[in-house]
């Protein structure tokens, strides 16, 4: 079954600390698509990142960073130096192949905080 | 701003009413997803239209449904509200088909309440 877990409900940091955001999936698929959105308070979801299931390399974006790791079906994502306005919910997702609506199960999100 | 819009933003029903949602996919794209998520969850499939066409249903009654017109805007319509049916929804364009077809992009949302 698919399945999206993230185990860590809230998270609160002091600001310029470094944050791990953990996610772990499950699929039967062996093609497979992962996300990460970023929810503010206003609500809308706001894309990070699009990673498949062939390209395990670690991707790095300004502050932003993602550990993919099909051998423990995880893919986590770190802010380094973190800032107030980081603020928000992560949500990881997954997204199968062979489902043609390429629809997005998303895990329970993770609320981080953080603090001036 | 990823060029999808929502109406209404907010709204306030009372249980058995009916309510329709709306759509805006952005610019290029033919298929809209919906998402249902409630307060403090994460959001769930409800259906997606590709092409006009139902494609894809998530475990969701038949009191809720949907169109796509000719533009690719899409409706959502839930039939005899429940109160459970109070939450954010999520509307989301995406190319289709294809490998792109999995990158959706998502509106504001509408939060409706059910009194």
């Known amino acids: 079954a698919q399945k999206v877990t993230q185990a860590q409900t809230e998270i609160s940091v002091v600001e310029k600390e470094d944050v791990t955001l953990d996610c772990v999936y499950e699929?039967?698929?062996?093609?497979?698509?992962l996300f990460w959105y970023k929810q503010p308070p206003s609500g809308e979801l706001v894309f990070l990142i699009r990673?498949?299931?062939?390209?395990?390399q670690n991707e790095i974006s300004g502050r932003y960073s993602w550990n993919f790791q099909k051998s423990t079906s995880s893919f986590n994502f770190t802010i380094t130096a973190s800032q107030v306005v980081d603020s928000a919910v992560y949500f990881c997702?997954?997204?199968?192949?062979?489902?043609?609506?390429?629809?997005?199960?998303f895990g329970s999100g993770t609320r981080l905080l953080v603090r001036p | 701003e990823t060029g999808v819009t929502q109406s209404p933003t907010h709204l306030i029903k009372t249980r058995g009413q009916q309510v329709t949602l709306r759509c805006s996919s952005q610019?290029?794209?033919?298929?809209v997803s919906w998402y249902q998520q409630a307060l403090g969850q994460g959001p769930q499939f409800i259906f997606q239209?590709?092409?006009?066409?139902?494609?894809g249903r998530g475990n969701f009654p038949p009191r809720f449904s949907g169109l796509q017109f000719p533009n690719y805007s899409s409706e959502l319509n839930v039939n005899a509200l429940e109160l459970d049916d109070s939450a954010l929804y999520l509307c989301?364009?995406?190319?289709?088909?294809?490998?792109?077809?999995?990158?959706?992009?998502f509106g504001p949302g509408t939060r409706l309440t059910v009194l």
């Open positions: 989301a364009s995406s190319l289709g088909q294809g490998p792109r077809g999995n990158e959706q992009f």
């Open positions: 699929t039967r698929d062996t093609t497979y698509y």
């Open positions: 990673r498949n299931s062939f390209d395990e």
């Open positions: 997702a997954l997204s199968e192949s062979m489902d043609s609506s390429y629809k997005l199960i």
């Open positions: 610019s290029g794209h033919n298929t």
């Open positions: 239209y590709y092409r006009e066409e139902e494609n």
